[in-house]
């Protein structure tokens, strides 16, 4: 009888670690949506634009690796306010929260800033970094979307 006490103790403290290890995405609440999205294959960023009741421009978004099979690193993004004449005539950046970010796997950022007046779009600059392996040549990856916050009202 006592054999039999640890044998559905030991049951329970393996589903316990079971449960413990399992997938860090348990949620059933559902993903945020976001009205924008840039991919390159793979990264992809995904983000909204608001304008703050002080003024300020917030570009609030997820860095997202839907599609490579190993960790993309150090996701950085700059945002460029852009003039008529295509002229830069602003700059803030902001980096991703995880300085790792594992395949299926988002990571949030947010740029706030004052913006310029002068600006006729607004425009991403972003970048990343994928490990050398015997299917990439790793490195550092750069890319760049336009008109990043089309529906932003002046």
């Known amino acids: 009888m006592r054999q039999r006490g640890y044998g ?3 049951l329970v403290l393996l589903t316990m670690g079971l449960v413990a290890c399992g997938p860090a ?8 949506e976001f009205s924008y999205r840039a991919s390159d294959g793979t990264a992809e960023l995904l983000w909204d634009c608001t304008r703050t009741a002080a003024g300020e421009v917030r570009i609030e978004g997820v860095a997202n690796n839907p599609f490579f099979p190993q960790p993309i690193k150090d996701v950085q993004v700059q945002v460029y306010g852009v003039g ?19 395949p299926n796997a988002r990571s949030p950022f947010e740029v706030t800033f004052q913006p310029a007046g002068s600006e006729a779009q607004y425009d991403f600059a972003y970048a990343y970094r994928i490990e050398e392996s015997k299917h990439t040549a790793g490195g550092e990856q750069r ?9 932003l009202k002046r």
């Not at 008529?84 to 594992?102: E, Y």
């Not at 890319?143 to 529906?151: G, L, Q, S």
């Open 25 to 32: 995405r348990m949620s059933t609440v559902p993903e945020r």
């Open 143 to 151: 890319n760049f979307a336009r008109n990043v916050c089309p529906d």
């Open 84 to 102: 008529a004449n295509q002229a830069s005539v602003l700059r803030a950046s902001a980096t991703v929260r995880d300085v790792l970010i594992q």
């Open 8 to 10: 559905v103790f030991g």
